[in-house]
């Protein structure tokens, strides 16, 4: 009796382990889209995206690169480069209103992620993270944040992290986010008042929601959602959502 007490005890106390990090950011409409932008997304083929691609307000002219091919409902393109749709503001309803209610959506996210308080870790190596390990948690920092080497984020498949930096996110030339104990992409939000850029090779992990532009360059490689409010730029790129 004594035992099975104990081994009831025990599952409990496992069931009961809790995730680690900050509360999740919803990014409600805004997370159907592995690429949503304000002002426009262009790519230098050939990108592979994985995912649906949208820009609001802003017409279809806005995708460039892409060699769209409108469907017959004219709600929305196709596209070589896209395993998926493509969206922007002049195609048939109800795309445009749609697409209204997700860029709401994205300011709606960038501005709860900005405005989490409590940091768990402030201006962490003075933003120059290349080599470190990152735990779940809340991180801030008030300038722009640098990545030399490649940096881990190492965690469970339930913990969180949202990384704020005031100023620009940059990943160096072949630097890699590289996750680990089960750590899942979507689970990672940076949050990014500057702008977001990376070098050729580099590779990225996570939601972005960007203040300002994104750009990967030449054989960049995203497992990960880019929000924009201006503008993604890809070049050779591929990006997985």
Request: proline share 3%; aromatic share 6%.
């Amino acid at each position: 009796m004594l035992s099975s007490l104990f081994t009831i005890s025990f599952l409990a106390a496992l069931g009961s382990v809790a995730a680690v990090g900050p509360a999740a950011v919803n990014l409600r409409t805004a997370g159907n889209y592995a690429i949503l932008a304000k002002t426009g997304v262009s790519t230098v083929p050939p990108s592979v995206i994985t995912g649906s691609v949208a820009v609001s307000p802003i017409a279809a002219a806005a995708l460039t690169g892409f060699s769209l091919t409108l469907d017959s409902t004219g709600e929305f393109s196709t596209s070589g480069q896209v395993v998926g749709k493509l969206f922007a503001a002049s195609y048939a309803v109800p795309t445009p209103a749609t697409l209204t209610v997700a860029i709401g959506d994205l300011g709606t996210a960038f501005t709860d992620a900005t405005g989490r308080v409590n940091p768990n870790f402030s201006n962490l190596a003075s933003g120059a993270i290349g080599g470190l390990i990152l735990a779940p948690g809340l991180y801030k920092w008030t300038t722009g944040v640098s990545i030399g080497s490649d940096v881990t984020i190492a965690g469970g498949a339930t913990d969180t992290w949202i990384f704020q930096v005031s100023g620009t996110l940059t990943i160096a030339a072949a630097k890699k986010m590289v996750l680990t104990g089960g750590a899942l992409a979507s689970n990672i939000v940076w949050v990014v008042t500057g702008a977001v850029t990376a070098s050729a090779g580099s590779h990225l992990e996570g939601v972005i929601l960007g203040k300002t532009s994104i750009t990967l360059q030449t054989g960049t490689t995203a497992n990960s959602r880019l929000l924009s409010q201006t503008f993604v730029a890809l070049q050779k790129a591929t990006v997985t959502n």
